[in-house]
């Protein structure tokens, strides 16, 4: 079975970057679809975006875009997000899941990490 763990949230100022891991026992990465979502306390999880194939195959959900950038290190087995010029709105827990072809809903992924917080102070 897949496992998903994420790592590195935490506080930031806004303005600031954050860099979030998701390391994974799966195998091939490149044989499935990883994504990160997010959810703030009171609101519905949010797509931030994903990643399959072959590693060019990138969408990002419209409030993230130009500012968030998803990698994936096949060998480290791990997927990665870049978040620059946080703001206070993007404070929530960010979890990384893994589905077979994934898409923007969370009913297209199958395996979900614990999550990870992350909060930016204005």
């Known amino acids: 079975q897949v496992h998903l763990a994420e790592s590195g949230g935490g506080l930031v100022q806004a303005g600031g970057s954050l860099r979030l891991s998701c390391t994974t026992n799966?195998?091939?990465?490149?044989?499935?679809?990883l994504g990160w979502f997010r959810q703030a306390p009171g609101k519905e999880r949010e797509f931030v975006g994903m990643?399959?194939?072959?590693?060019?195959?990138?969408y990002y959900g419209d409030s993230v875009k130009g500012r968030f950038t998803i990698s994936r290190d096949n060998a480290q087995h791990a997927m990665y997000l870049q978040m620059n010029d946080l703001k206070p709105e993007d404070s929530a827990v960010y979890y990384c899941?893994?589905?077979?072809?994934?898409?923007?809903?969370?009913?297209?992924?199958?395996?979900w990490g614990q999550g990870t917080q992350v909060t930016v102070s204005s």
């Open positions: 899941a893994a589905g077979a072809y994934g898409g923007r809903s969370d009913d297209d992924f199958d395996v």
């Open positions: 799966a195998r091939t990465l490149n044989t499935i679809a």
């Open positions: 990643i399959r194939g072959t590693g060019t195959r990138l």
